[in-house]
């Protein structure tokens, strides 16, 4: 979906600037920075003016997306009286050769819903939420997190898909027996009896999850972060000579490499905020990311023991030798296979319960950058439709749609309340029931889903 091109993003919250003349004062954060200050006033102003129209038609559900003809505004309202608005402008101004305008697609508000809600995840696991940070160390010092966060996961947006798998924010695992995760399981546990102080883990292999304690939320929002900051914390800052690094501090040990934190904003960040369902105080924790024989292992703990060095050699004494045996054996365990591109049959595979996702319409790399999607864009776009759809029926009750697109790909839907699964066939599958048979071989993999006769 690269018909779409940011047009600024704004953070506000309308009681800081309650009065007509004091209305620059509610502007948290705007991008571009370069706009001048009579178009943000008046940018911020429609914003505020829309959102609080909408709700007076249903005060249960925020404005989420208004649409002109050449841009799309969307709405995320994370916390009590705090927006954040992304607005998007069509490439070219949306002119196409024929003089028309061609409008953007309404899937994007999925998609970018799904994006700032990941980006107020993250912002929240450094800082503990917008609130947190505004009424502990005050305004001044909320908006500059905020304008050094978001200018820089902006600088991501070239990198994502912009379609389904952004929509799901879904997890990758690493294919193990039973066996297998019982005695990584078994490792961690003898390390928490030599360090007490740990409170959660998450582990990962080649990027792929194989052990997390934390809640969906927190192991999303903690794997995007790992993600995000690959380059200086799980990839390339781990085969680096010891050195102290934008202030992160990498260690060498006998078995792998550990680093205390991860470089945020102008500063190593050693800390990271657990968000409580109940809501509740954050849980404030230490971050030690240790890596060793290409796992990764992420350690929050409740009080770090002084000296520092003492701890890390202690993880590494423990956990180091088993990592090496462990390593090996699961070299041997089945890997995603990915079909390739001119296969007549992609799917696209989420597990509502754990948030596992699987896809061979996407292209995988060894890179930390995410996956190039195989599908055309009209195809893409009705799977993201079709997810809409879902979205606004009874999860108790299964639904199957199948439609065929302009570009004669066809594309069926399965959902059930734990599972959903899109499958596209392209133009060689020559009619519906041709699709309905291969459909129903690829769901014979999942327990719980089949397509209808």
Partial sequence: MNDAKLDSLVVYNSKFGPKEYEAEKKILFYQPESENLGNKLLNVGLFEALSKFTLDFNPKEPCEMVSTERRKHIFSNPEPDYWVVISLAAVNDGQMANGKIKQLDDCLKSVFLAVLKSWHGRFSMFYGSFTHLF?????????????????????ELQYLCFDILTIYGGLYYK??????????????????????????????????????????????????????????????????????????????????????????????????????????????????????????????????????????????????????????????APRLTVEHPDSNMQYIYFKKDDLATESTCHAYSNSSRPCRCLLPNPAMKVICHLEDMFKNMDTRQEAELICKVHNNYWVGAKSNSNQEIFIAGNPKISNLIHFNEEARKIVLKFNGLSFSD
């Fill in 175 to 332: 294919q193990l027996t039973s066996a297998q995760f019982l005695d990584f399981h078994s490792h961690l546990s003898g390390l928490r009896d030599k360090v007490p102080n740990i409170q959660h883990c998450l582990a990962m292999h080649e990027g792929n999850m194989i052990f997390s304690n934390l809640n969906r939320e927190n192991s999303t929002n903690l794997i995007d972060i790992l993600k995000s900051h690959s380059n200086s914390t799980t990839h390339s800052l781990f085969t680096r000579p010891d050195q102290s690094i934008s202030g992160l501090s990498i260690y060498q040990l006998h078995h792998g490499r550990c680093c205390s934190g991860i470089f945020e904003g102008s500063k190593n960040s050693n800390w990271i905020y657990l968000g409580q369902k109940d809501g509740g105080e954050y849980e404030k924790l230490q971050l030690i990311i240790y890596q060793a024989y290409k796992i990764t292992i992420c350690l929050l703990l409740e009080k770090l023991e002084l000296p520092f060095t003492d701890t890390i050699k202690k993880i590494d004494a423990q956990i180091g030798p088993q990592l090496h045996t462990f390593a090996t054996r699961i070299q041997s």
């Fill in 135 to 155: 009424e502990s160390r005050g305004k001044l010092i909320l908006m500059e997190k905020l304008r050094s966060f978001y200018t820089r996961v902006l600088s």
